[in-house]
């Protein structure tokens, strides 16, 4: 299992699945449920929102990382495109478009399956990435 996945307690109780995780190629998904609605009887924006944060972290901290940096959101830009409807199997493709030093560039893509068997965009998420010394891991001592 993805380390960044492993006690990410708000992924875990949208229930997450992750069917890929490598660095730069990520896909997940997990199933709309009612108290993940609006008062429209929607998706809240901002859990398709998690959902999207959620394959974004996963792909830009290398699973086999040696856990000495971690890598963070420096800012996103989201369009929000359909309704997401209760019971529906949401799937997030998350890819690495550019990586330079420190900085990088991610699209994700939050898809719903619809009753025609198709698939419709709800969300389109770029990210902006950058990577930090983990502030939960000790410098070693010289």
Known sequence: MHPAFIDDQAAQWMGVQVVKADFGDVVIQMRLREEMLNGFGMAQGGMVFAFADVAFALACNDP????STITV??????????????????????????????????????????????????????????????????????
């Open 64 to 67: 086999d990382g040696d856990g």
């Open 73 to 142: 959101a420096s800012g996103v830009d989201v369009n929000f495109l359909n309704p997401g409807f209760s019971g529906r199997l949401l799937t997030a493709n998350a890819r690495l478009v550019n990586q330079t030093g420190r900085s990088g560039l991610y699209d994700i893509t939050v898809t719903q399956e619809n009753p025609k068997g198709a698939a419709d965009v709800l969300l389109e998420f770029r990210g902006r990435s950058r990577t930090v010394p983990n502030p939960a891991r000790k410098p070693s001592a010289p």
